[in-house]
Structures are given as C-alpha cells and as structure tokens.
C-alpha cells in the first residue's frame, strides 16, 4: 500500500477556525522528515503544535463523513435506478440523517455536473464570468441550505447591491473582466 509521507488539510477545530490567518495540519508519516521538522522546530525556524490524534479525526469528521456517507448515499441512488457503478468497500444506504443530508448530497451531485457544463460553456464564450453565472444559483441553493432565512435574505440584499466579492477575487486573479447580472 502506497502512503504519502506527509499529508496537510485544514484544521476544522473550533480553536482554530476563528483566526484569519488559517491553521494547518501536518501528519508525518516518515521517520526523516520527522526529524527535520523536529529539528525545525528546535531552532525555531519552524512554529508548529502537537495536538493528539483523537483532534486530527475530529478536525476531518464533515469530510469523512461527506466520504462514507455520502458515499453509501450516491451508491444507494444509483442502485436504486440500477445505474451501473464500480464495486466500493462501503454498503450502499438510504440517507439516514435526514432530508437535509440528502439535499445537500443531491446538490453536490448535481453542482459537479453542472460545473463542467458550465466550464465548456464558459471557454466556448471564452468568458469566465459565464461560468460563475451559471454556477451560482446552484452554489447559492447549496450555502442556504445552512443558511438562517434571515441570513439568506440579508446574503441576498448583500450580493444584489455590492456583488459576489469571492467571484471578483477570483475573476481578478484571472484577469478575466467581471459583468454584474442581477
């Protein structure tokens, strides 16, 4: 079995998400660059904390759990229409947490369809900002999932009067122009 020797994700602990400058995890899994990042860390030119196991798992549950549940889901749905699929180690099953589960996996489904159709689009018309048009009811339906109506309607009033800030950043990096539809 083929394992990297270091791997790095995000840190999704409460401790910390709340800083803006992002924290990241480190698991090592190679006796050398072990102890290169211990020698690192010892002279100070690098700046890292230990944390235990258990928070390493913590800090991945939603994406463990999109991976393993939401996979016995897309594997129950296919199934289900008698689609053809690969064979997977996990059983296929119903979404037992709820319509909001099956909502948000029926979406992400539909959004990695729809993606690519709006990218062939999108370099047809050789405009980026076409892609982020036709994206973005999709995308949007999917952040109101979690969304309060009444954050919904404020991130509503918010886009309509000033714009999507995260598809002018990304359009900028880009050098691609931006045109504001309503």
């Known amino acids: 079995m083929y394992l990297r020797f270091f791997t790095i994700g995000d840190a999704w602990l409460p401790r910390f998400?709340?800083?803006?400058?992002?924290?990241?995890?480190?698991?090592?899994?190679?006796?050398?660059i072990d102890e290169l990042i211990r020698d690192g860390m010892s002279s100070g030119a690098l700046c890292l904390e230990s944390i235990d196991p258990e928070e390493?798992?913590?800090?991945?549950?939603?994406?463990?759990?999109h991976r393993r549940e939401g996979l016995a889901y897309r594997l129950w749905l296919a199934d289900s229409i008698g689609?053809?699929?690969?064979?997977?180690?996990?059983?296929?099953?119903?979404?037992?947490?709820?319509?909001l589960f099956e909502a948000r996996h029926l979406l992400r489904m539909q959004l990695a369809l729809e993606s690519?159709?709006?990218?062939?689009?999108?370099?047809?018309?050789?405009?980026?900002?076409?892609?982020?048009?036709?994206?973005?009811?999709?995308v949007e339906t999917y952040r109101n999932l979690s969304r309060t109506p009444f954050k919904r309607e404020i991130t509503l009033i918010r886009r309509v009067i000033l714009g999507d800030a995260a598809i002018r950043r990304a359009l900028s990096r880009n050098k691609v122009g931006y045109r504001k539809r309503l």
């Not at 998400?17 to 050398?32: E, F, I, K, P």
């Not at 053809?84 to 319509?99: D, S």
């Not at 999108?122 to 900002?129: V, W």
């Open 17 to 32: 998400v709340a800083g803006s400058d992002g924290t990241n995890l480190l698991v090592v899994r190679n006796s050398t």
């Open 56 to 65: 390493v798992v913590q800090s991945q549950s939603s994406c463990y759990t």
């Open 83 to 99: 689609q053809w699929r690969p064979f997977k180690r996990i059983t296929p099953e119903a979404g037992r947490n709820g319509g």
């Open 116 to 138: 690519h159709n709006a990218l062939l689009i999108a370099k047809e018309q050789q405009d980026l900002g076409e892609f982020f048009h036709l994206i973005a009811p999709i």
